[in-house]
């Protein structure tokens, strides 16, 4: 039997102490207002029990991460018609490069990049009554949690800043890929990225990815195929052009997202979320990484 609890103590000890810390996000100028000094983390079991330290009941922006849970409602109402707007391979590119979206006519490489998760909010956009609300609706059910919401000031503070993905969305509308408004759409996209959730929240909203499209109180949500289809996208994608050192040290399908957060899964037996602000010359959470490598080594759990 693994002390879960005393390995992530150990792992949280670590880090609180660590000198170099990355730095943190502040091209979305109110990310910046956040503390480098941050650090939590929660692993919660597939049987429900949870072990945290740290800053772990603390909520920060989950950026990023939101696309993973986007494209699971997208591709829940869409189904597979989806893959005929974005593709499933890893980019080897920044989150937010335009190159290969301009060689590649306006059909994003994956739904985790920025161009794609704006693909997969104009799916939202077009399928849902009431977008930014109905989308926030399925979070809250998943996690089984009412209290989760949007950062008002996060999503303004992007709206100012985001030109680089309006460029994206210009781009991707001059190729036909986007049905609705630019802003309309970007509206979704920056919303969704303000998601605030704790590491003891993000655990539960990802429970559904290692068990089976089924959330903690049983309710199934999404169906295998697409959670495995999900969980490779995370596996090869989830860390732009650091997915391969991603599953080199971790092994794990993830995601992260520039507020900090790192979410990762081994399906049947845990997920892990890990929040440290500062981040590497990737963007991803550079405390955050190395918790989560510690972690798969010590415990021997990976999925390879
Ligand atoms: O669109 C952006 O740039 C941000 N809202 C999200 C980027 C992000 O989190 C990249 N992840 N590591």
Redesign the pocket.
């Known amino acids: 039997m693994i002390d879960f609890q005393h390995i992530i103590d150990t792992i949280a000890k670590e880090a609180n102490t660590a000198e170099e810390r990355g730095k943190v996000a502040s091209y979305?100028p109110e990310l910046s207002k956040v503390s480098a000094k941050k650090f939590g983390i929660t692993l919660l079991d597939a049987d429900g029990n949870s072990f945290s330290a740290g800053d772990s009941n603390e909520r920060f922006s989950i950026?990023?991460i939101s696309k993973v849970l986007a494209l699971a409602k997208a591709f829940d109402l869409e189904g597979d018609h989806l893959w005929q707007r974005v593709g499933v391979e890893p980019s080897g590119d920044p989150?937010?490069h335009l190159s290969l979206l301009e060689m590649e006519n306006g059909i994003p490489r994956n739904p985790l990049i920025?161009a794609g998760a704006i693909v997969i909010c104009d799916i939202l956009v077009s399928k849902l009554n009431a977008p930014k609300q109905d989308f926030l609706t399925f979070v809250q059910q998943i996690a089984d949690d009412p209290t989760i919401t949007y950062d008002e000031a996060v999503a303004q503070s992007?709206k100012k800043t985001?030109f680089k993905?309006y460029a994206a969305a210009y781009l991707i509308k001059s190729y036909g890929n986007l049905t609705n408004d630019v802003e309309t759409v970007l509206d979704l996209y920056f919303y969704m990225?303000s998601l605030t959730l704790s590491c003891e929240q993000l655990v539960k909203v990802f429970y559904i990815f290692m068990n089976h499209g089924k959330c903690l109180r049983n309710q199934h949500y999404l169906k295998i195929y697409q959670i495995k289809r999900i969980n490779a996208i995370m596996l090869t994608c989830g860390f732009?052009d650091e997915a391969g050192e991603f599953a080199f040290e971790v092994g794990l399908p993830g995601k992260?997202?520039?507020?900090g957060g790192i979410v990762a899964l081994l399906p049947n037996e845990f997920c892990v979320a890990t929040w440290s602000p500062g981040l590497n010359d990737k963007?991803?959470s550079k405390l955050g990484m190395r918790a989560l490598e510690k972690l798969t080594t010590k415990t021997g759990l990976s999925i390879f």
């Open positions: 979305i950026q990023s989150f937010n920025n992007e985001g993905n990225c732009y992260s997202g520039v507020g963007g991803n």
